[in-house]
């Protein structure tokens, strides 16, 4: 989703299913901290507003983003979760490191998705500049921990009524 113009945070709070009965995993990177918590306090308090309880919301941290799918799949095997919410944030340097990172982190996420038929929600900001990911981590464009959060929801929601 484009953030341009947009609130990662403003959504139709009706359109999101009740999560009372459902268990998330979130995994989170320590690098880039003060974004990840960022991330992390809109993911977990959307899961609480909309009836997740404490006890069903499982919270790792992680070293980087490129970790996050090894992250995953292993909340998958170890503990009962619907879904894990990866987040990290990977930030332009002078390399090409970024363009590794951020593409072996996509992949990997997508890849645990498919290998468990589980939710494992991309929140990962991979943006140019720190600013923008503080404008992004509970900033002016809201919180992508938010719309994961809700994204992880919503997946489970869907498969548990399909």
Not at 105 to 111: E, F, H, P, S
Request: charged share 20%.
């Amino acid at each position: 989703m484009a953030t341009v113009n947009n609130n990662l945070s403003d959504y139709d709070i009706n359109s999101v299913p009740n999560a009372t009965q459902m268990v998330f995993g979130i995994v989170v990177s320590e690098w880039n901290e003060k974004i990840t918590k960022g991330l992390l306090n809109g993911a977990y308090s959307t899961l609480l507003k909309h009836g997740a309880t404490e006890a069903n919301i499982i919270v790792k941290f992680l070293p980087g983003a490129f970790e996050l799918p090894l992250g995953a799949q292993t909340m998958f095997e170890k503990a009962n979760v619907d879904a894990v919410i990866c987040l990290g944030s990977v930030i332009q340097g002078e390399t090409k490191h970024f363009d590794f990172v951020c593409e072996g982190t996509a992949l990997g996420i997508k890849d645990v998705a498919l290998k468990y038929n589980k939710p494992t929600i991309f929140g990962v900001l991979t943006d140019n500049t720190e600013q923008q990911a503080i404008d992004r981590s509970g900033g002016k464009h809201g919180n992508k921990g938010d719309e994961a959060a809700i994204t992880a929801i919503k997946m489970v929601d869907f498969q548990k009524n399909l």
